[in-house]
Each structure stands twice: as C-alpha cells, then as structure tokens.
Nanobody
Framework: QVQLVESGGGLVQPGGSLRLSCVASGIIFSAYDMAWYRQAPGKQRELVASITGGGISNYADSVKGRFTISRDNAKMTTYLQIDSLKPEDTAVYLC???????????WGQGTQVTVSS
C-alpha cells in the first residue's frame, strides 16, 4: 500500500531552519508530483511548494526565498528546507503525492513545526 512518512519537524526559534523529509513507498515515485502543504489551527490547508517528477518546482508567494523543495527519486524522498522561520510558519506540514491524469492522491500524517522564542 502507499505510505508517505514525514519527519523533521520540531520547535525552533524565529530565524532558525528545519529540513523536513517525506519518504514514500508503494508508488512509482518518479511518476508523481510531490508537494508540501501546511495547516495551522483554525486555517485552511495551504499549498506551500510543489515539485514535478522532473524537478520543476513552484512556491507559494508567502514562502518564496525561504523554502526550498527538492527530491531524490532514488531514495523516494522529498525534502523541504525551511530557512528564516517565522512564527506564522507554525503549522502541521503534510506531504502529498499526485500523479497527473489520475484522480487519487496520497497524504502523509504530517509533522509539526512550531516557531517560537
């Protein structure tokens, strides 16, 4: 079965950095577009970054210049490097896998990022 497992979240001070990882299993990883979403309490889920199987990335305006998405198809892993963290980045960060032309997509369980002094 398909599994996406995120890790790397934690409590960091403003201005700090984190690197989130999402390890996939049960899919042909290179065929999937991968994305990171985040959801803060009381707010809608927000797409922050995405990357195609070929490595083309896109970012939400709110994170451009601070977040970097990447993938290692051999390791079936997607990464999100988060720099210059702000308190408003506090959220559960979730990994998503979607194959173009297919209706279903897959979600991980999320990893908590808390930015606080």
């Amino acid at each position: 079965q398909v599994q996406l497992v995120e890790s790397g979240g934690g409590l960091v001070q403003p201005g700090g950095s984190l690197r989130l990882s999402c390890v996939a299993s049960g899919i042909i990883f290179s065929a999937y577009d991968m994305a990171w979403y985040r959801q803060a309490p009381g707010k809608q889920r927000e797409l922050v970054a995405s990357i195609t199987g070929g490595g083309i990335s896109n970012y939400a305006d709110s994170v451009k210049g601070r977040f970097t998405i990447s993938r290692d198809n051999a390791k079936m892993t997607t990464y999100l490097q988060i720099d210059s963290l702000k308190p408003e980045d506090t959220a559960v960060y979730l990994c998503n896998a979607k194959r173009r032309g297919f209706r279903n997509d897959y979600w991980g369980q999320g990893t908590q990022v808390t930015v606080s002094s």
